[in-house]
């Protein structure tokens, strides 16, 4: 059947054969730093500079503050290209968040624990709740990174299929918790350090004492899940599975039960993450628990959450590794280690890549006057509040249509946006939850996406002449409502003043 394409379709092949054209996110980040290290001498050359109110690190004071560019091609910035590229690359708050994170995630998803949840969780769903429960276990998945691409939504296809239902609903269904749902979830996830962590980079541009925890969104991303769950079910019953019609193809599936030994390993995992929750919150809820200091846990959020969140995967994925037969011994827990660190050699590379530019972007000022001037601009002619905050959302989904990868991205527009809300009283947690709003929101209609392509192919599977087109016009009543949904409840957090993660305000003053 050979569809007439229309405007947005038309739109999204130049959007693809533009996306094509760019390239890889290292050498991309190797030429902004170039880029950024000319603009540096120019800068200088002309003499630009800035004036603001702040506080002064010397004097500890509030007060004018005039800055001018520093140049990376003079003496001293040659120096600094050669002397900090390995600090920049250690240092770079993102790389050791991350990589701790994953380790307990790999063992998880190595011994099979993630996938036999995924699957135990959809085969005990009533019939009428599959919808619901299928967009929520993919809003979930996040938590194990990629899984929910090559596990769940597969697997939404072929349970749509044995009970009856059109299996390309189910496989939308799946596609839209996974990807557009990306950055919701009630717990959290690798991409909540990640984000947080190019964040802090960004906001010590403006403010070097400054950190951006991974439970910065923690609150609004909770009630994102649910959200999103609530529209994701709403679009395919109503939308989506009605347009797509009665199943005609002669694709049949049945879902296996799950063994008793899966039974038993999903048991003790359980068990042991109940144990493991409850001497955790012996160590942090009483006043006078261990993780608190002086009464609080602010350290403890900023610094020890990160192995808790590992282990928090670590602990049952032995449990269920070890009754199911995929860790015998030590050996095996250490190989999975190994291979989740390993399967992250790209996300490095690019972190060294990355951290150069933000640190010259630093170093040169010129963030800190894009920042300033960029504010003025905008306060100038009186955008300002949330309108600036919904153009903002849809300028990343826009850009997210082009470039896939969600950190590359952040890497790139953090640097710029953060210190520039912030002088507009923005603060830094709330412009990287409008980022991650636009972010998730377009993920399932970019032919950019990494895992596009394999969608495509496994649809085919079910409905020969589907192709490219099939899978974007699905998707994009998910996109669309996604989008003004996520802002309208954005919007009601932000005029109700409500706190989108701990101890997180929308405000910042300078």
């Not at 939850?433 to 636009?438: K, N, S």
């Not at 002449?465 to 996109?479: A, H, K, V």
């Given at each position: 059947m050979e569809q007439k394409k229309g405007f947005f379709n038309k739109f999204l092949d130049g959007v693809e054969k533009v996306g094509n054209k760019l390239p890889h996110p290292i050498t991309l980040f190797f030429i902004l730093s170039v880029l950024v290290i000319v603009?540096?001498?120019?800068?200088?050359?002309?003499?630009?500079?800035?004036?603001?109110?702040?506080?002064?690190?010397?004097?500890?004071?509030?007060?004018?503050?005039t800055l001018q560019a520093k140049s990376l091609l003079d003496a001293n910035g040659i120096r600094y290209i050669f002397n900090s590229m390995t600090k920049n690359f250690t240092g770079f708050a993102p790389l050791g968040t991350v990589l701790v994170a994953m380790i307990g995630v790999g063992v998880a998803e190595g011994t099979g624990l993630i996938n036999a949840s995924l699957r135990k969780l959809v085969l005990s769903t009533p019939p009428r709740l599959l919808t619901a429960v299928l967009v929520f276990a993919g809003v979930m998945s996040n938590i194990a990174?990629?899984?929910?691409?090559?596990?769940?939504?597969?697997?939404?296809?072929?349970?749509?299929?044995?009970?009856?239902?059109?299996?390309?609903?189910?496989?939308?269904?799946?596609?839209?918790?996974?990807?557009?749902?990306?950055?919701?979830?009630?717990?959290?996830?690798t991409i909540d350090p990640l984000l947080g962590g190019i964040s802090t980079e960004a906001a010590r541009?403006?403010?070097?004492?400054?950190?951006?925890?991974?439970?910065?969104?923690?609150?609004?991303?909770?009630?994102?899940t649910f959200l999103i769950t609530i529209l994701g079910t709403v679009v395919t019953e109503k939308i989506v599975e009605p347009r797509l019609g009665e199943y005609k193809g002669d694709h049949k599936e049945e879902l296996t039960e799950m063994g008793e030994l899966e039974q038993r390993g999903l048991r003790n995992a359980g068990i042991s993450l109940v144990i493991f929750l409850v001497i955790m919150g012996f160590l942090t809820i009483p006043e006078n628990a261990i993780f608190r200091e002086n009464g609080n846990l602010n350290n403890f959020m900023g610094n020890g959450l990160l192995p808790i969140i590992m282990l928090f995967f670590m602990i049952p994925g032995y449990a269920y590794g070890k009754t199911v037969?995929?860790?015998?011994?030590?050996?095996?827990?250490?190989?999975?280690?190994?291979?989740?660190?390993?399967?992250?050699?790209?996300?490095?590379?690019?972190?060294?890549?990355?951290?150069?530019?933000?640190?010259?972007?630093?170093y040169t000022s010129l963030g800190?006057?894009?920042?300033?001037?960029g504010a003025d601009f905008l306060q100038s002619i009186g955008f300002t509040g949330f309108p600036l905050v919904v153009a903002f959302i849809c300028v990343a989904a826009f850009i997210n249509l082009f470039m896939g990868s969600a950190s590359a991205k952040w890497a790139i527009m953090a640097p710029v946006f953060i210190p520039m809300f912030m002088r507009l009283g923005f603060s830094p947690?709330?412009?990287?939850?409008?980022?991650?709003?636009?972010?998730?929101?377009?993920?399932?209609?970019?032919?950019?996406?990494?895992?596009?392509?394999?969608?495509?192919?496994?649809?085919?599977?079910?409905?020969k002449?589907?192709?490219?087109?099939?899978?974007?016009?699905?998707?994009?009543?998910?996109?669309i409502t996604f989008l003004i949904g996520w802002t309208i409840l954005l919007m009601i957090f932000f005029f109700l003043g409500l706190p989108i993660g701990p101890g997180v305000v929308m405000h910042y003053v300078m």
């Open positions: 603009i540096s001498e120019i800068c200088v050359r002309t003499g630009v500079e800035v004036t603001y109110t702040g506080m002064n690190m010397k004097t500890k004071k509030i007060e004018d503050i990174s990629d899984a929910g691409y090559v596990v769940l939504i597969p697997l939404g296809a072929i349970i749509f299929a044995s009970v009856g239902r059109h299996p390309l609903a189910g496989l939308a269904a799946a596609f839209s918790g996974v990807s557009g749902g990306f950055s919701a979830n009630l717990l959290l996830g541009i403006f403010a070097p004492n400054y950190t951006v925890l991974p439970t910065a969104n923690w609150y609004f991303m909770m009630v994102s037969g995929t860790i015998k011994t030590d050996k095996d827990v250490a190989k999975l280690m190994g291979k989740a660190l390993a399967s992250m050699g790209g996300y490095m590379a690019l972190a060294f890549v990355a951290a150069q530019f933000i640190a010259y972007f630093s800190t006057i894009v920042a300033v001037k947690e709330l412009t990287q939850a409008m980022y991650r709003i636009g972010d998730s929101s377009t993920n399932i209609i970019s032919p950019l996406m990494s895992y596009f392509a394999f969608i495509v192919a496994y649809m085919q599977g079910f409905d002449e589907s192709g490219m087109g099939t899978l974007i016009s699905t998707m994009l009543p998910y996109s």
